[in-house]
């Protein structure tokens, strides 16, 4: 007995005939009637009383009918779910941010779409340091780490994917001597000082890349992009951050220019080789195809 042979005999059930049968599931009459004979020969007793018109089951076909329809129901349905879940459709799949940088603003969208399509795929999410983040991605209670590009990313051995370029940002208060400027050159960073976050914060001379002297230009380090937008304001520096940062969305606080240098940050994905959660690729595929339409 096979379940190719049950479900023509079901199929015969549920149409009235054999040509109709045959024609339901893509096969030739002689075929159906073959299979159908066969499963009776291996039963030992007829399902269909050939001689009514129309085709009738016999006793003990109508019994075998009734249970083996809700038993293939159950495999078709249980089919369709091991499906899903190879494609990471459905289960869990946990996406951190890395702190201070924003990028969540950037691919809300995506995660939203991501629930659309997989409605039963549990989606996680959160905001980390990135050390927080490698012990994650490490003991896999992390899928997929979305931060800016940093060298420990490859280093440790996990796999990086570009996602796009941010514009760099100029931050300062609107008391500032640079606030009315819309445009900034390197001579008017002169004797300036940077408030920037540590440990895995934004350089100023990754920035400048030699084409400015940095000697006259102070670099603090602080504990976070809260203390460096404090210190822009108490002290009267600068920071630097992109447009994704909401603090800077209609503050009167703040006046922030867009700055044109060699060097540009890179928002990254990365995964854990070893993680064989289907739902990342999921994502990464979604995510990708965001980033080169521009959403």
């Known amino acids: 007995m096979t379940l190719l042979q ?22 030739s009459q002689p075929t159906i009637s073959r299979q159908i004979q066969m499963l009776e020969e ?4 007829s399902l269909f009383n050939r001689n009514s018109k129309p085709l009738r089951l016999t006793e003990p076909g109508q019994i075998l009918y009734e249970g083996m329809k809700e038993a293939i129901s159950r495999i078709n349905d249980t089919l369709e779910k091991a499906r899903i ?11 951190s941010f ?18 659309e399509t997989s409605p039963a795929l549990q989606i996680r999410s959160n905001k980390l340091f990135s050390w927080d983040q490698i012990k994650g991605l490490k003991n896999e209670s992390i899928d997929v780490a979305v931060g800016l590009e940093f060298p420990h ?20 208060s609107t008391n500032h001597r640079l606030a009315k400027k819309e445009t900034l050159e390197y001579n008017d960073l ?25 000697d006259d230009v102070h670099q603090v380090e602080v504990s976070s992009s809260e203390n460096a937008y404090f210190k822009v304001l108490s002290d009267n520096g600068l920071t630097i951050s992109n447009p994704y940062d909401p ?7 703040y006046h922030a220019v867009k700055f044109d240098s060699e060097y540009a940050d890179s928002y990254v994905c990365v995964t854990n080789p070893d993680n064989t959660n289907p739902a990342i690729q999921l994502f990464l595929d979604l995510i990708q195809t965001d980033c080169e339409s521009g959403k």
Request: charged residues 20%.
């Open 6 to 27: 049950l479900q023509y005999f079901i199929t015969v059930v549920e149409t009235g005939n054999f040509t109709h049968a045959a024609r339901q599931a893509y096969t």
């Open 42 to 45: 291996e039963l030992g007793y």
């Open 85 to 95: 879940v190879s494609e990471g459709k459905e289960g869990v799949l946990s996406i």
């Open 98 to 115: 890395q702190s201070g940088y924003f990028s969540e603003y950037m691919f809300f969208s995506t995660i939203n779409k991501l629930r």
């Open 153 to 172: 990313w490859n280093e440790l051995g996990f796999t990086v994917r570009k996602l796009k370029k941010v514009e760099t940002l100029i931050v300062m």
């Open 190 to 214: 002169c004797g300036e000082t940077f408030f920037l976050t540590a440990p895995n914060g934004y350089q100023v001379d990754k920035i400048f890349k030699h084409r400015f002297c940095l």
């Open 247 to 253: 603090v800077l969305l209609d503050s009167p606080h």
